[in-house]
């Protein structure tokens, strides 16, 4: 099945802890994004890759990091200095400005 | 910064009838401009891709409207059905400050379809 994965499906941070979440897709899209979702609010964009080994931050990136090695691949690490980090995260790939993003299931991201 | 606003918040219809979601940006500069579906607890499902270029698309029973001048875009849902409840998000998708471009959502207009 062709399609975004992410893992975990919830998590648990303790606080000063770094948590990564997974994000793999085999659709063969150059692009790859991270998305924060909090209640009653709009998804807003944390990191964006739009090729290999190149990202750019997004509108929420503190407290945030991300790497891009490979195509396939954009794990989104929550650092210690997100202080508010209970959110659902959504990861997104596409292939540029005519064609729509996909989307992943989710991860849920709760603090002990 | 590109903002989005979903009117309503909140809709609940009952099975059959036909109606409106509405979206307006206040940035006409846009690429392009996606309705997208997200079940509770789940992903988003796109729905529907506009161009700029384009006045509306069709699928099935749905179908969007993009009046970019105006900053306006609106979906219309024919005889809804339950299995329609779900929060309905629009993104234009616009230039960034980083030379890229980025979807920008609306905040949702969660639907609920009674039997």
């Known amino acids: 099945d062709g399609g975004i994965t992410q893992s975990p499906k919830y998590l648990f941070r303790k606080e000063g802890q770094n948590v990564t979440l997974s994000c793999e897709q085999n659709l063969n899209h150059d692009a790859m994004y991270w998305y924060r979702q909090d209640p009653g609010q709009g998804l807003r964009l944390i990191y964006y890759s739009q090729i290999v080994n190149d990202f750019q931050k997004g509108d929420i990136a503190e407290g945030y990091s991300v790497s891009r090695e490979k195509k396939e691949s954009f794990p989104l690490t929550v650092t210690s200095a997100q202080k508010n980090p209970t959110a659902f995260y959504l990861c997104a790939s596409g292939t540029g400005l005519q064609e729509t993003q996909y989307f992943g299931p989710g991860t849920r991201l709760l603090v002990l | 910064k590109q903002e989005v606003t979903q009117i309503p918040a909140a809709l609940s219809v009952p099975e059959g009838e036909n109606l409106v979601l509405n979206c307006s940006f206040t940035d006409s500069a846009i690429y392009n401009l996606q309705w997208f579906r997200q079940d509770p607890g789940k992903g988003l499902t796109s729905l529907l891709l506009?161009?700029?270029?384009?006045r509306e698309q069709t699928s099935g029973r749905l179908n969007a409207s993009l009046d970019k001048s105006s900053g306006r875009s609106t979906l219309y849902i024919a005889a809804s059905q339950p299995g329609d409840s779900a929060t309905y998000l629009c993104a234009p998708l616009s230039p960034n400050s980083n030379s890229g471009y980025a979807l920008n959502f609306g905040k949702g207009t969660s639907l609920l379809v009674t039997p």
């Open positions: 506009i161009q700029s270029s384009q």
